[in-house]
């Protein structure tokens, strides 16, 4: 926190007020239950505190009331991975999910307090069968299975209170099956809160910050430069403008955001992270205790580093553009999808004018695909395939590619055809093997029986040196969000 705000804080309240922060930052509406009982209440003894805070270090709105808190972000870059918060039992919500969730939000508009699933729906169908290529069909079971998601995503987070009935028996049908729900309209407000209207924008770009010009004052620079400490897992300098760069070096702004947190500062010379050492400042534990494909994507970096400890000065180098180089292109892939009807053109707010100034793109090593298959293979003779589970011990090569979407994930490589780059971020955890016990009966790895899908509610709202051994922390921490 910076000196205007730190001495509110004592010492001895300190950790509280940490934890606090890392709650209103990894969950996207906290009520008295969600996150779990008693956390709303432990929010709300800091809001006036926080709200504070996060208004001068990130630029955010922090909403709280006595019965929920939702923080309202400002965003800078279009990130695919924002798409978890729309998510049911660790599976990202489609295209039309994300449909049926707004038309829904937008008919409780014109409901009273109390409503039945059934009027819902009946009220609900006609606005999306005017929607070319969306409609809903209740004879359709995958139309039906996209609305019973939506409405529990409501309900888990008290945007809607079951009363009567239940989801699973209206969608089995029957002259018995409906819901009966209350609608909380303040917690559907809160949900719903775009930055500048809907009907006033032509490009997804229109709700992000305002561009950072050159000319832009060095305390919006150092803004950012905190809200993309706390948005991405890591901030390569390579992949920021050379003014965020510039506040992400200079003392103050990256630790002013510890502080907040409680995370741990690591710099190196390729950029800067957040060290979570209590795994609560998170979205993806890593290592954590995860199943066979967390587990070979551990030992998958150990193989790596090794590879890389005996091949550095030979290794491919490729450019590897980060996400700020990557924005234009999944803008004009999102406006693709905008519809055009009733947009108030006078007033529309101008997409981003140029592609901010950046740095030229970093140039990772690379590891081909052949290269990952006999890693795997390798783990496969030394382990036995029986540690990997009935799941995977006929497929290595499906485990290779969930491993590798984990570690995409992660941001800790980049995938490419033929490939992935492997980000300096990566090598934190080149002696991950020490942190991976064995099971003293047999010898093998205890990777459990399965893979379990990370719950919805996970506390998110989320690993520096590219030399092939560098001097960073064994791999044994996860990464803030």
């Known amino acids: 926190m910076t000196q205007r705000t730190r001495p ?26 969600r996150p779990r009982p008693g956390v709303l209440d432990q929010v709300l003894y800091w809001a006036d505190q926080m709200t504070e805070d996060l208004r001068a270090l990130f630029g955010y709105t922090l909403v709280a009331t006595t019965d929920h808190v939702r923080l309202v972000r400002e965003l800078d870059l279009l990130d695919p991975s924002q798409r978890q918060t729309f998510a049911r039992r660790g599976r990202p919500f489609d295209r039309r999910r994300l449909a049926y969730l707004c038309l829904l ?26 929607i070319a290529g969306l409609g809903y069909d209740p004879t359709d079971s995958t139309h039906k299975a996209a609305l019973v998601d939506v409405a529990h995503w409501l309900l888990e987070r008290g945007a809607l209170h079951l009363s009567d009935g239940s989801v699973e028996a209206w969608a089995r049908g029957g002259d018995q099956g409906d819901a009966l729900f209350d609608i909380d309209h303040e917690v559907c407000e809160v949900l719903f809160r775009p930055t500048r209207p809907l009907q006033h924008l032509n490009s997804a770009t229109g709700l992000l910050g305002d561009p950072l010009g050159p000319d832009a004052p060095r305390e919006r620079a150092a803004q950012r430069a905190r809200r993309l400490l706390v948005e991405f897992p890591v901030v390569y300098y390579a992949d920021v403008e050379p003014e965020v760069a510039a506040a992400l070096r200079a ?26 050492s209590a795994g609560t400042f998170t979205d993806r534990a890593f290592p954590g205790r995860g199943g066979a494909v967390t587990r070979t994507a551990g030992l998958l970096l150990a193989q790596i580093a090794t590879h890389f400890e005996e091949s550095w000065a030979g290794l491919a180098r490729l450019s590897a553009p980060g996400p700020l180089h990557e924005h234009p292109e999944l803008a004009a892939r999102i406006d693709a999808g905008l519809p055009r009807e009733g947009i108030v053109t006078e007033l ?14 970093a140039e990772l090593p690379l590891v081909e695909r052949e290269r990952l298959e006999t890693m795997v293979a390798d783990l496969f003779e030394e382990f036995g395939p029986a ?9 290595p090569h499906g485990l290779l590619d969930a491993a590798l979407a984990l570690l995409t994930d992660l941001a800790l490589v980049r995938p490419l055809p033929g490939g992935v780059l492997v980000t300096p971020a990566a090598l934190r955890y080149r002696n991950i093997r020490g942190a991976l016990p064995e099971r003293p009966d047999t010898g093998l790895l205890p990777f459990g029986p399965l893979d379990a899908p990370a719950p919805d509610d996970a506390e ?3 690993p520096g040196h590219s030399a092939p051994a560098p001097t960073t922390t064994e791999g044994t921490e996860d990464t803030a969000p």
């Open 348 to 361: 529309a707010w101008a997409e981003t004018a140029d592609a901010p100034a950046v740095a030229e793109p």
């Open 251 to 276: 003392r103050g702004p990256a630790e002013e955001v510890a502080r907040l947190t409680g995370t741990r500062l690591e710099r190196r010379a390729e950029g800067v992270l957040l060290a979570d």
């Open 460 to 462: 998110a709202p989320d």
């Open 8 to 33: 509110r804080v004592e010492s001895v309240d300190l950790g509280s007020y940490q934890q606090a922060v890392r709650k209103v930052l990894t969950c996207d509406v906290i009520t008295a239950t």
């Open 105 to 130: 939000l937008a008919a409780f508009q014109r409901a009273q307090v109390e409503i039945s699933l059934g009027d819902l729906v009946r009220g609900f169908t006609p606005s999306a069968n005017e």
């Open 387 to 395: 540690s990997f589970t009935a799941t995977w011990q006929q497929d």
